[in-house]
């Protein structure tokens, strides 16, 4: 036992002494010409084992990149589509204020209390109907008129539920709307011709009307103010020995292109 002891006690000191010596040969410099000599020897191989560290480390740091990209691409899409969401936002707002600026721009007598409403969809057949995303609890009511942003007359509220209402379109064969020729100064009724037209009867037959001339409302009836545009005459009829005359009317109004339209609060 105690020759072990004394054996590890004796190694331990011949390793400090080549250590001390090391270190003062490399003090004095002594070990410059060794420690060349061993990088000269060891250079190929350091040289070979970052070659091998390169080649396996490139496709995980390629790997890297790819997952680093990806998650780069999935941000931007995301972003994109964020900026695209807002950008269809202020598009929608633009052309809300725009309607709302054509609206303004009326003259002060023909300023009306309005809803704005958005055109939901409509039933062409058997009735002229056109949906709208407002109703009694925004303050709509059954007969009022519907606009466009340019006071063209659209139609009048049919049905007014809680949140939506049906506008009966004055291009509807039941529609009936009491009108009044502007330069002329005639008065008729402008019927519905089953969505394929509007036309003015029960003009007086020896009555001068002209083409082109603008149809507006007259104001006789409840819920339609006077002085909305109807449609422009395109054509006149008149029969032998008949006591009026008709029109044909091409409507002012683009029913299949609203978008959003205005319930005129009397």
């Given at each position: 036992m105690n020759n072990i002891s004394r054996s590890k006690f004796i190694n331990f000191f011949v390793v400090l002494a080549v250590i001390l010596l090391l270190i003062f040969f490399n003090w004095r410099g002594w070990l410059a010409a060794p420690k060349s000599l061993?990088?000269?020897?060891?250079?190929?191989?350091?040289?070979?084992?970052?070659?091998?560290?390169?080649?396996?480390a490139a496709p995980w740091n390629f790997f890297i990149t790819l997952k680093d990209?990806?998650?780069?691409?999935?941000?931007?899409?995301?972003?994109?589509k964020r900026l695209l969401g807002d950008t269809a936002r202020?598009?929608?707002?633009?052309?809300?204020?725009?309607?709302?600026?054509?609206?303004?721009?009326?003259?002060?007598?023909?300023?009306?209390?309005?809803?704005?409403?958005?055109?939901?969809?409509?039933?062409?057949?058997?009735?002229?109907y056109l949906l709208i995303n407002k109703g009694r609890a925004d303050g709509v009511a059954t007969g009022w008129a519907v606009v466009t942003a340019n006071n063209f007359l659209v139609g009048r509220v049919a049905e007014a539920e809680d949140n939506?209402?049906?506008?009966?379109?004055?291009?509807?064969?039941?529609?009936?709307?009491?009108?009044?020729?502007?330069?002329s100064r005639v008065n008729g009724?402008?019927?519905?011709?089953y969505g394929l037209g509007l036309a003015l009867e029960m003009i007086p037959i020896d009555a001068?009307?002209?083409?082109?001339?603008?149809?507006?409302?007259?104001?006789?009836?409840?819920?339609?103010?006077?002085?909305?545009?109807?449609?422009?005459?395109?054509?006149?009829?008149?029969k032998p020995n008949e006591i009026w005359q008709r029109a044909i009317l091409a409507p002012a109004a683009d029913i299949k292109s609203l978008e959003r339209v205005f319930v005129i609060q009397p």
């Open positions: 061993v990088f000269w020897a060891t250079r190929p191989f350091v040289s070979l084992f970052q070659v091998v560290d390169e080649w396996v990209l990806s998650r780069e691409n999935a941000n931007l899409t995301s972003e994109n202020l598009k929608e707002t633009a052309r809300e204020n725009e309607w709302l600026r054509q609206r303004l721009n009326l003259g002060p007598a023909e300023k009306q209390n309005l809803v704005m409403a958005a055109a939901a969809g409509s039933n062409l057949t058997p009735g002229q939506f209402s049906r506008v009966l379109l004055i291009s509807d064969g039941s529609s009936v709307i009491n009108a009044l020729t502007q330069d009724a402008v019927r519905g011709s001068q009307i002209n083409i082109n001339e603008m149809v507006l409302s007259s104001g006789l009836n409840d819920g339609v103010p006077k002085g909305l545009v109807i449609g422009r005459i395109v054509s006149v009829e008149k």
